[in-house]
């Protein structure tokens, strides 16, 4: 089903991306501190 393929690409880099990098960026914060 393509509209259900585009709606899971579409939550991935709408909430799954944005979720690793802020996790990424604390962690590297923390690194640093």
């Known amino acids: ?3 259900l393929q585009a709606f899971v690409e579409n939550f ?3 909430h799954f ?3 690793m990098f802020v996790d ?3 962690c590297v914060q923390q690194a640093i501190s």
């Open 1 to 3: 089903n393509d509209g």
């Open 12 to 14: 991935l880099k709408d």
């Open 17 to 19: 991306l944005p979720a």
């Open 24 to 26: 990424y960026r604390k």
